[in-house]
């Protein structure tokens, strides 16, 4: 247990839906991340926040795709219209203000079926 | 236009020592070497990083040679449980990861 947690775990839902997901980071990182992971690949950076500020986001963040940091704590990943190459996992990380170490502490995920 | 490349698969027996190594031809001279694992249905963790010569913690030795057009993770004496996907990144000063395909470990008795 990294100390990022994610909600739901898992989540199943019928195209054309909207879905939310939400990230608690650890408490004092002021940068947090959300990345997708399809099956046999990598995760693939989507946005990242510092503090409440987005400050970056990937091609691959449609505008079906919007995040969220409100007060700089939670996240939330809502995905609007879902549609069946949406399944994937949504992965959230974190970390404190970039330093010279690379980690990023990592969530469990949150596995989306889009049916 | 991946920036490292390394070995799709990997399989050890347990107890062996496990070498890993990643190409990374066009790195930038601001460019750390950072490793990852992943379990399945896990987040990736933090394994190492390092920018020259060599690095050791308590899980892994991470080798790069003076050019550091490659790197070389060590696993000493592998378990079962280190069956997992071993990734090679070579963040800049960008913050955040790009990860490719990685390589699958397979450990077994």
């Known amino acids: 247990d990294t100390g990022v947690s994610q909600d739901p775990r898992h989540k199943i839902t019928k195209r054309g839906q909207n879905v939310t997901f939400r990230c608690d980071p650890i408490s004092e990182h002021n940068r947090l991340y959300w990345y997708r992971q399809t099956l046999g690949q990598g995760p693939e950076f989507l946005t990242y926040?510092?503090?409440?500020?987005?400050?970056?986001k990937s091609r691959l963040l449609s505008d079906r795709f919007s995040a969220e940091r409100p007060k700089g704590s939670f996240s939330t990943l809502e995905i609007q219209r879902t549609e069946q190459g949406d399944s994937a996992m949504y992965l959230c990380?974190?970390?404190?203000?970039?330093?010279?170490?690379?980690?990023?502490?990592f969530g469990p995920g949150t596995r989306l079926t889009v049916t | 236009l991946a920036k490292t490349t390394q070995p799709i698969s990997m399989d050890s027996y347990e107890g062996q020592e496990v070498n890993i190594t990643c190409s990374h031809n066009?790195?930038?001279?601001?460019?750390?070497i950072t490793w990852y694992q992943q379990f399945p249905s896990q987040g990736p963790r933090f394994i190492i990083q390092g920018y020259k010569t060599k690095v050791t913690n308590e899980v892994a030795s991470l080798f790069i040679p003076a050019d550091r057009k490659s790197s070389t993770l060590s696993l000493p004496r592998v378990s079962l449980s280190d069956t997992a996907v071993y990734y090679c990144?070579?963040?800049?000063?960008?913050?955040?990861?790009?990860f490719g395909t990685g390589t699958r470990l397979q450990v077994t008795l």
């Open positions: 066009n790195i930038a001279t601001n460019d750390y």
């Open positions: 926040f510092q503090n409440e500020a987005q400050l970056e």
């Open positions: 990144l070579n963040p800049g000063t960008a913050s955040k990861l790009t």
């Open positions: 990380a974190s970390t404190p203000a970039v330093g010279s170490s690379y980690e990023q502490y």
